[in-house]
């Protein structure tokens, strides 16, 4: 490539228009205008969230990282952008899937779903959220089997919790063969993060709704497992089975697999309440 070699990026004097773009759009104001070209402010490769926006909003693929460069790049096509009423239908048609079929996820189409779904926005581009999968059938019973031990513990200390959250009915229904923790799911996907980052909740929850809505994609499914996540963080005969890093919470937790029904419309949900703010 034909430029300047700079500390943190690369420019291709032949294609770069000096439109200053790359600069404007910079979230951390690293990048500078100058008559030669865009440069690096002091201090920039430090401060650089590693983002990549300068790559991707350059209309000429004259700007590259040291880490990244526009071949490297997936390139956005206006064939596949969405329109409003595409975006309604995809957006609206998501199910939550509690039935699903006796055959297991194969690891390359969960894990291709995964890499669409780590496309998700974390704070300052971090990307801290971590993935702990379970998809041994013997494995899941197993975590089952804590959640309703967990619920056996609540209902004889804190009967009134037990009561707001139906556990005295599914701890009968488990007793009777019936799964209503983990649904017979042939996995679970625990999305966790360290404890050192006040993001790490927001940024698992979304990582797990991209997770949720990109899976339909490959053919499969999901629903929250909430009360597995309550459960791992409370109760720690599950913390140990699950052997998480310390000093590391689990902030959500997908059940997955190839859904046993199909869905043929898309129910009405409550409109928005919604207020503007006068000043």
Not at 22 to 47: L, N, Q, S, Y
Not at 172 to 189: F, M, S, T
Not at 214 to 229: D, E, H, I, K
Request: net charge positive; with cysteine.
């Amino acid at each position: 490539m034909k430029g300047m070699q700079m500390t943190l990026f690369n420019i291709d004097d032949e294609k770069c228009d000096k439109d200053g773009i790359c600069a404007i759009e910079c979230p951390a104001h690293i990048i500078e205008m100058t008559g030669a070209g865009p440069v690096p402010k002091p201090g920039a490769r430090e401060i650089c969230i590693q983002c990549g926006h300068c790559v991707a909003v350059c209309p000429k693929a004259a700007f590259s990282l040291e880490f990244l460069s526009p071949d490297q790049c997936m390139p956005i096509e206006k064939k596949y952008q969405l329109s409003a009423s595409h975006t309604e239908h995809f957006l609206r048609s998501r199910r939550s899937v509690r039935r699903y079929k006796d055959k297991a996820v194969p690891k390359d189409l969960f894990e291709k779903a995964l890499t669409v779904a780590c496309s998700a926005p974390t704070a300052s581009n971090r990307q801290i959220v971590r993935w702990h999968v379970i998809n041994r059938k013997k494995d899941i019973v197993k975590i089952g089997a804590h959640v309703i031990d967990w619920m056996r513990y609540v209902s004889k200390t804190h009967p009134q919790v037990a009561q707001a959250y139906n556990m005295e009915n599914l701890i009968r229904e488990w007793d009777n063969g019936v799964d209503r923790i983990c649904r017979d799911a042939p996995q679970l996907v625990f999305a966790y993060a360290s404890d050192e980052f006040a993001s790490a909740a927001a940024d698992c929850h979304i990582s797990l709704a991209y997770l949720e809505l990109a899976l339909p994609g490959f053919g499969l499914g999901s629903c929250w497992a909430g009360y597995v996540n309550t459960a791992a963080n409370h109760w720690p005969d599950l913390a140990g089975e699950l052997k998480l890093p310390e000093k590391h919470t689990c902030h959500g937790v997908l059940m997955v697999g190839f859904p046993k029904l199909k869905y043929y419309r898309a129910p009405q949900r409550n409109s928005p309440d919604i207020s503007y703010h006068a000043g």
